[in-house]
């Protein structure tokens, strides 16, 4: 059974709801029939009643079973224009901005999630906004998650016909959000990302430490970042298996972490792969996926106080459907 097919079916052992702001993107309301047939979460969709049904019928698409709501309208519009208030008041939030802030579908599915009475557990947004919109208010309103230091961004990377890994499944971190982590912000990613792997993929999390460096056979201020979250993780966690500073080919091939990190506690079986930057960590992401013909799912965010996902703006109605599973077991949870 593959990593997705196994997320789908945890959960519908426990069925959650999950809100869908983007309802008028043709890809969303292909995603809903999706879940909908498949039975493993039920859909709210937020936007206007009729453009999403008229979209649905002009492209043969079977929403049924979907809640639709639309913010100005809604029974909660108003209960949710005073609890925006009463979150945000203390950074000058008024009645007035926070009337039109509710009617933004984002924002809505926001407060739906936060609203102890809803039946919301999580969201899922980005196939039309940037990961800066759907994140802005899932800080604003959910904030962080107790005893979390740092909201990060990770993809579940599924390469076929691949041996390293947990059988090709691998955590990507940061992926998505922190452009140039420091290295102690790179040790709590690690730490999150170890966490999200034994959450999602259910083995031991075998994290590795990138860079274009194995164990100082270069030498500079990018190495030392390494060689330093490292010693950082380490203290923090010294029951995790990690290793750094490495080379990709040592940390996931065996052959090669033999002669380049011949004492490493990873021998080459890294799963959990934390990149020294934004700009790295997207890069192999995106070349993972469409060379190897990947399935990544994300960007996933660990550290917000429920379940909240990104996606990435190239995403299928498949992906969406995928991560949509997969914010339905991190609710379980």
């Given amino acids: 059974m593959s990593f997705i097919e196994e997320i789908k079916k945890r959960a519908k052992k426990e069925i959650k709801t999950i809100v869908l702001p983007e309802a008028e993107d043709i890809r969303i309301l292909k995603a809903t ?13 937020v936007g206007n009643e009729k453009e999403i049904l008229e979209k649905a019928k002009t492209n043969k698409i079977n929403i049924q079973g979907a809640k639709i709501v639309e913010p100005e309208n809604s029974e909660n519009y108003e209960k949710y224009v005073e609890l925006l208030y009463d979150l945000r008041k203390h950074k000058g939030m008024t009645k007035e901005k926070a009337r039109e802030l509710v009617k933004d579908p984002t924002y809505y599915g926001m407060l739906m999630v936060k609203d102890p009475n809803s039946v919301v557990d999580g969201l899922v947004s980005g196939a039309i906004h940037s990961t800066a919109d759907t994140l802005r208010p899932a800080l604003q309103i959910l904030k962080t998650a107790p005893a979390t230091k740092l909201v990060s961004a990770f993809f579940v990377m599924v390469v076929p016909n691949c041996e390293c890994g947990e059988n090709g499944t691998f955590i990507f971190a940061d992926s998505g959000l922190n452009q140039n982590p420091t290295a102690e912000e790179l040790s709590e990613i690690a730490i999150s990302s170890s966490k999200s792997f034994e959450q999602l993929v259910g083995v031991e999390p075998k994290v590795a430490m990138l860079s274009y460096s194995t164990y100082g056979s270069a030498k500079s201020d990018l190495t030392e970042k ?75 965010c660990q550290g917000i106080a429920r379940p909240v996902n990104d996606l990435s703006r190239g995403c299928s109605s498949a992906d969406i459907a995928g991560v949509i599973a997969i914010t339905c077991v991190q609710a379980q949870n």
Avoid: H, W
């Avoid at 999706?34 to 969709?45: D, G, R």
């Avoid at 940390?251 to 002669?259: H, L, S």
């Fill in 33 to 45: 029939e999706m879940v909908l047939t498949e039975k493993f979460a039920n859909i709210v969709l």
């Fill in 226 to 300: 390494m060689i330093e979250a490292t010693k950082i993780l380490k203290q923090k966690e010294p029951n995790l298996l990690c290793d750094g500073e490495l080379q990709l080919d040592a940390a996931i091939v065996p052959e090669i972490a033999a002669y380049k990190a011949p004492n490493s506690p990873l021998k080459g079986k890294a799963n959990v792969l934390v990149f020294p930057d934004l700009n790295s960590g997207n890069i192999g992401y995106k070349l993972v996926q469409r060379l190897a013909n990947a399935e990544a799912y994300g960007p996933l």
